[in-house]
């Protein structure tokens, strides 16, 4: 099973369906209302999505971390890390690559 099969959050339910711009529209609004330590727990199901639905996630991800100070971006990569930590090497590495 899958961390988006066993993780079913209304974000990642919103991204897997999303097909069309306007349900893709509303995946990005979801990312953007979320609180930054609900979308660090969804991370590994996030990571599991396609390639364009993970570099959407990604683009939200990053344009919410530069909004930090340094040192709440900082917790933030170190949090990210110990969650890549625990996963599978593919998705691991994308995790890392919010990042990068």
């Known amino acids: ?3 988006a099969e066993a993780f079913e959050s209304t974000l990642i339910r919103r991204g897997l369906q999303a097909t069309t711009i306007s349900e893709l529209t509303r995946f990005v609004a979801t990312m953007d209302a979320r609180p930054l330590d609900r979308l660090l727990d969804e991370l590994p199901a996030l990571a599991e999505m396609s390639t364009s639905k ?3 996630a990604r683009a939200v991800f990053r344009r ?8 709440e971006r900082e917790q933030l990569r170190m949090h990210s890390e110990e969650v890549a930590a625990r996963q599978d090497v593919i998705v691991a590495e994308r995790i890392r690559t919010l990042f990068s």
């Open 54 to 56: 993970f570099d959407l």
């Open 1 to 3: 099973m899958s961390a």
């Open 64 to 71: 919410r971390a530069r909004q930090l100070d340094p040192v």
